[in-house]
């Protein structure tokens, strides 16, 4: 073979070999947005616990799921807590720490 039939054939190859990762490479974010979307959530509750606490509840559908809380503390610190792992149409309920406030909640799917 000649070296310029064997140089083009190198880079026919790498050329496929690096189009063929791209394509791999695609398809992985598609399939994780498709996790995602797979999970619809009903309007997350506020709760109230009997000692003080401030909590949300969530109920999804499509997969199993963890709810979580985003907490605000009287002294201006906002962290976010989980709730327990529910499975399709079940409920998740996350807490806040005593004297803190739930400003926002969701879910991920688990």
Same mark, same amino acid.
């Given at each position: 073979?000649?070296?310029?039939?064997?140089? !083009?054939?190198?880079? &026919? !190859?790498? =050329?496929? &070999?690096?189009?063929? #990762?791209? &394509? @791999?490479?695609?398809?992985? $974010?598609?399939?994780?947005? =498709?996790?995602? #979307?797979?999970?619809?959530? +009903?309007?997350?509750?506020?709760?109230?616990?009997? /000692?003080?606490?401030?909590?949300?509840?969530? /109920?999804?559908?499509?997969?199993?799921? /963890?709810?979580? %809380?985003?907490?605000?503390? $009287?002294?201006?610190?906002?962290?976010?807590?989980?709730?327990?792992?529910? $499975?399709?149409?079940? /409920?998740?309920? @996350?807490?806040?720490?005593?004297?803190?406030? %739930?400003? +926002?909640?969701?879910? %991920? $799917?688990?």
């Amino acid at each position: 073979m000649k070296t310029h039939h064997r140089a !083009s054939l190198l880079a &026919v !190859s790498a =050329s496929l &070999v690096i189009a063929g #990762a791209g &394509v @791999a490479g695609a398809g992985a $974010p598609a399939s994780a947005a =498709s996790r995602t #979307a797979a999970l619809t959530c +009903d309007a997350w509750r506020y709760e109230r616990g009997g /000692t003080g606490h401030h909590g949300a509840s969530m /109920t999804c559908y499509g997969s199993a799921f /963890t709810s979580y %809380v985003i907490c605000h503390k $009287p002294n201006g610190y906002m962290y976010k807590k989980f709730g327990n792992r529910a $499975p399709s149409g079940g /409920t998740s309920t @996350a807490w806040c720490a005593l004297n803190a406030e %739930v400003v +926002d909640a969701g879910a %991920v $799917p688990r």
